[in-house]
């Protein structure tokens, strides 16, 4: 009977040394953005392909502000009548998105 109630205990005692779940097999990851640093120009040193065709799309409004990025994308803020929007646009003028 003893040995019948040592092993229960010892049972019971490996089962809670035992982990149910395997923690440190589990991998975490961060992700990390850095915004992009963009240096302000004047509208005119928008590269001349680019903007034709942000006119071609967008000519009804006019380049308010303009900065470019050192990839070459652009950040431009746009206005037509009382309302403004920025945006980003890629080297050769496509839109990238709406800010």
Known sequence: MKKLFCLSIMFLGIGICI?????ATE???MVVSQEKEYKKITPEEVNKEALMNIKAKYGDYQIVEAAVAADGEYKLVLKKD???LTALFTSAGD???IL
Do not use: D, V
């Open 27 to 29: 991998k975490s990851a």
């Open 19 to 23: 982990p149910t779940e395997a923690k």
């Open 95 to 97: 839109l990238i998105k």
């Open 82 to 84: 009382n309302a403004s």
